[in-house]
């Protein structure tokens, strides 16, 4: 008479593999994220990584098959965590304007998160070596995406004029961004607190809503 076969149980505490494994990649790309964004991708190496965040080299090549694919990992992953803090955002009580008004400073917060200018800098400065992988995604973007409902809803309240939204809403955030994201790339501090972007907002804010030519 045989015996009956008790399943077996998973001991107490553990976790799935699907979930150790998820919790693996995603201690690789943090700690990936943290050393290419502190010395660079010339001065950061798999070997580093794999040190750093207790996984075996191989185990981080069976995921990434290059230094090249795990720093692109790495940019979705900031990425990703960029666009959780946009969806995260607390709505806005007032009018389409001060909806996009608050939109717009919350975009300028989120370029200038360290890691975010740190790899950016390098995607920059190593643009011949990430050339030769395969092309970026031609899909949509979120972050654009909402700042275009943003300016329609403006236009449609007689906030904004009529005219093309999407091209609208790229000049906007390019006017607000491009001068502080620049200087931190280049290495300055000139807008690393929160006052000096408050500053540097209001005065773009001003502009952008009543010109800066004298009738």
């Not at 031609?138 to 972050?143: I, L």
Request: charged share 25%; aromatic share 6%; glycine share 6%.
């Amino acid at each position: 008479m045989t015996e009956d076969r008790k399943p077996r149980r998973r001991p107490a505490g553990g976790r799935p593999p699907k979930q150790r494994a998820e919790e693996a990649g995603m201690r690789i790309l943090e700690t990936a994220t943290h050393l290419f964004a502190s010395r660079g991708f010339a001065g950061t190496s798999v070997e580093q990584v794999a040190s750093a965040c207790g996984a075996g080299k191989d185990t981080i090549y069976r995921r990434f098959p290059s230094k090249v694919a795990l720093f692109e990992a790495v940019v979705e992953h900031v990425r990703d965590r960029a666009l959780d803090r946009l969806n995260g955002l607390a709505p806005v009580d007032g009018d389409a304007l001060k909806q996009l008004k608050a939109l717009l400073r919350a975009y300028l917060s989120i370029n200038m998160e360290p890691d975010l200018v740190a790899l950016k800098r390098i995607a920059f400065s190593e643009a011949v070596v990430f050339a030769k992988s395969s092309a970026a995604s031609s899909g949509s973007d979120p972050f654009m995406e909402r700042l275009v409902e943003a300016v329609r809803a403006a236009q449609a309240d007689g906030f904004l004029r009529t005219g093309d939204a999407p091209s609208m809403a790229s000049h906007l955030i390019h006017s607000l961004v491009s001068l502080p994201t620049t200087n931190a790339m280049l290495g300055g501090s000139d807008y690393d607190s929160p006052e000096a972007l408050d500053a540097h907002f209001a005065v773009i804010w001003l502009w952008m809503t009543e010109g800066v030519i004298a009738r």
